[in-house]
């Protein structure tokens, strides 16, 4: 169907793909302060002829490449965001901004973004319709996605399929998965605040001990996912903060707990809020304390539409071979790609990109991230194949 080469021709563009990753790696910026990323971005497109809106939530960039007749649009997607974390590689690109790290390969997706425009700009008039590029600010929890959608970015033209890929630093370099169905969990940000009554650690008769509280709180919230969940299902309760107490003999009035609960399932997630209310109830009720409980729902699941999944799956084996595709189970970790999903049919690939032989294999958020920048050309060319196959395809049908 597709006559491209898009490897080859991402292959040459080579230097230029590593040349913006590094920049930008050396230069990350946190969710919705991506200023420099953004204008970077921003030329570039405007250099390829592209119609180009900035601030598009917040610090986001839409641009539309108009292909040589009407037809539908395609979107792809890249993220822009870097994390709070002090790099902790030797690499000559390491970050110069202290405590601020490219630790999840954004670098990588704004660099892989613009090479896909690069590609599919140079055969705009082969293609059947238009490519809408989002790049997006704040995957990391803040919202970067949500806001786009609302500030309009999907608006006009409306996309009819979106893709978007993320590197993958648990699958060695190359491998990639555009699987349908469940592929991120849904993630929700809890915050509990346990109330009890300050006092003398020698007196605690006449006070209500909130650590004493929370411990029970800490054992009882074990029993959702082990007790109430289908073991047939997944769910994930996991809690990462817990802040109380001033001295050693006083009694603290007060302890504040943050988790995070990772479902794929709606109802699934709906049985592990009830229970966490319930106990909730229950433990501070019989031990005299308070609760105010904040849930967070920082990102839906990502469940890849089956027929642009497709579409994903055939331009993958076209760029790296029927061998090159695997299946990856679900994932527990949460990616904000899950918001375009519910306005337009999508499909989010994993495209593997460690390599042990190189000593680039420490995982996402790690201090020591790195990934193997030859994945850099194989992601060009699967978002390019991905778009025009879309277009290629509705245009046949079209005719049919
Ligand atoms: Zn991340
Ligand atoms: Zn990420």
């Given at each position: 169907m597709s006559d491209h080469d898009f490897l080859s021709e991402a292959t040459e563009l080579g230097?230029?793909?590593?040349?913006?990753?590094?920049?930008?790696?050396?230069?990350?910026?946190?969710?919705?302060?991506?200023?420099?990323?953004?204008?970077?971005?921003?030329?570039?497109?405007?250099?390829?002829?592209?119609?180009?809106?900035?601030?598009?939530?917040?610090?986001?960039?839409?641009?539309?490449?108009?292909?040589?007749?009407?037809?539908?649009?395609?979107?792809?997607?890249?993220?822009?965001?870097?994390?709070?974390?002090?790099?902790?590689?030797?690499?000559?690109?390491?970050?110069?901004?202290?405590?601020?790290?490219?630790?999840?390969?954004?670098?990588?997706?704004?660099?892989?973004?613009?090479?896909?425009?690069?590609?599919?700009a140079r055969h705009a008039r082969e293609l059947p319709g238009q490519v809408l590029f989002v790049f997006q600010p704040a995957e990391e929890g803040e919202g970067g996605a949500r806001a786009m959608v609302e500030d309009g970015a999907l608006d006009d033209p409306r996309p009819?399929?979106?893709?978007?890929?993320?590197?993958?630093?648990?699958?060695?370099?190359?491998?990639?998965?555009?699987?349908?169905?469940?592929?991120?969990?849904?993630?929700?940000?809890?915050?509990?605040?346990?109330?009890?009554?300050?006092?003398?650690?020698?007196?605690p008769h006449e006070a209500v001990d909130a650590i004493a509280v929370s411990g029970q709180i800490l054992s009882a919230l074990q029993t959702i996912v082990s007790r109430n969940v289908n073991p047939q299902e997944s769910a994930v309760l996991s809690i990462g903060t817990v802040h109380g107490g001033t001295a050693f003999n006083v009694i603290?009035?007060?302890?504040?707990?943050?988790?995070?609960?990772?479902?794929?399932?709606?109802?699934?997630?709906?049985?592990?809020?009830?229970?966490?209310?319930?106990?909730?109830?229950?433990?501070?009720?019989?031990?005299?304390?308070?609760?105010?409980?904040?849930?967070d729902n920082v990102a839906a699941a990502v469940i890849n539409d089956a027929s642009v999944s497709e579409v994903a799956r055939a331009a993958a084996v076209e760029v790296v071979g029927a061998t090159g595709v695997a299946w990856h189970p679900p994932l527990m970790v949460s990616e904000?790609?899950?918001?375009?999903?519910?306005?337009?049919?999508?499909?989010?690939?994993?495209?593997?990109?460690?390599?042990?032989?190189?000593?680039?294999?420490?995982?996402?958020?790690?201090?020591?991230?790195?990934?193997?920048?030859r994945v850099l050309p194989v992601g060009v060319a699967l978002l390019a194949t991905a778009a025009a196959r879309f277009l290629e395809e509705r245009d046949i049908h079209s005719q049919d």
């Open positions: 230097q230029q793909l590593i040349n913006w990753r590094r920049d930008l790696h050396q230069h990350p910026e946190l969710g919705f302060q991506e200023v420099r990323t953004a204008a970077i971005v921003a030329e570039h497109l405007k250099e390829l002829g592209l119609e180009v809106r900035t601030g598009v939530g917040k610090t986001g960039v839409v641009a539309l490449l108009q292909g040589s007749r009407p037809g539908p649009t395609v979107m792809l997607r890249a993220d822009m965001d870097a994390l709070p974390i002090q790099e902790a590689t030797e690499a000559p690109y390491t970050s110069r901004t202290p405590g601020v790290m490219h630790a999840c390969g954004h670098d990588g997706h704004v660099a892989i973004g613009l090479g896909a425009a690069t590609l599919l009819e399929a979106a893709f978007g890929l993320h590197l993958w630093n648990q699958v060695p370099a190359g491998r990639v998965m555009a699987q349908s169905g469940p592929l991120m969990a849904a993630g929700d940000m809890i915050h509990i605040t346990v109330n009890g009554k300050g006092g003398h650690g020698a007196l603290a009035d007060k302890v504040e707990l943050q988790g995070t609960i990772r479902t794929f399932s709606p109802a699934v997630r709906e049985t592990v809020l009830a229970r966490l209310r319930v106990l909730l109830d229950g433990v501070t009720t019989g031990l005299g304390a308070t609760y105010e409980l904040v849930i904000d790609f899950s918001e375009f999903p519910k306005l337009v049919p999508a499909c989010y690939m994993l495209l593997g990109s460690s390599s042990s032989e190189l000593g680039l294999d420490a995982p996402h958020h790690n201090p020591r991230f790195d990934f193997d920048e």
